[in-house]
């Protein structure tokens, strides 16, 4: 797929991935279905685009979004940044952030004078 194609595609991903950020059972079918493709097409895709697998790129698309809502002060607990990304479990969201960061969300939420 050409560099531009590519770049239009993972735009109306992302897109996608705005509109149901905060659905917890987004998983790869529900969005090839929303990206009017096969499952094993979507997977492909986000794959020769981003070199990462769908799962890994729809869980750092999230908490990159998490990190920028605690930033902005868009949420001030990671409680409401945890929920409002798709997760249901705060102590996993955590440690992905973590993983990913290197810092918690209260850190972060610290850092920038929220709490």
Not at 91 to 106: A, I, M, W
Request: proline fraction near 3%; charge should be positive; glycine fraction near 4%.
């Amino acid at each position: 797929m050409p560099v531009e194609a590519n770049h239009k595609w993972l735009k109306r991903l992302n897109n996608i991935l705005d509109e149901h950020l905060a659905e917890t059972d987004l998983d790869n079918e529900r969005l090839a279905d929303l990206m009017n493709i096969s499952e094993r097409q979507f997977y492909r895709k986000v794959k020769a685009a981003t070199q990462q697998t769908p799962n890994h790129y729809i869980r750092t698309y999230r908490l990159k979004k998490a990190k920028s809502f605690l930033e902005t002060g868009t949420f001030r607990t990671e409680r409401e940044a945890c929920f409002a990304v798709g997760y249901v479990n705060t102590t996993y969201f955590k440690k992905q952030f973590v993983s990913l960061f290197g810092k918690t969300p209260l850190q972060l939420l610290r850092e920038n004078g929220w709490r």
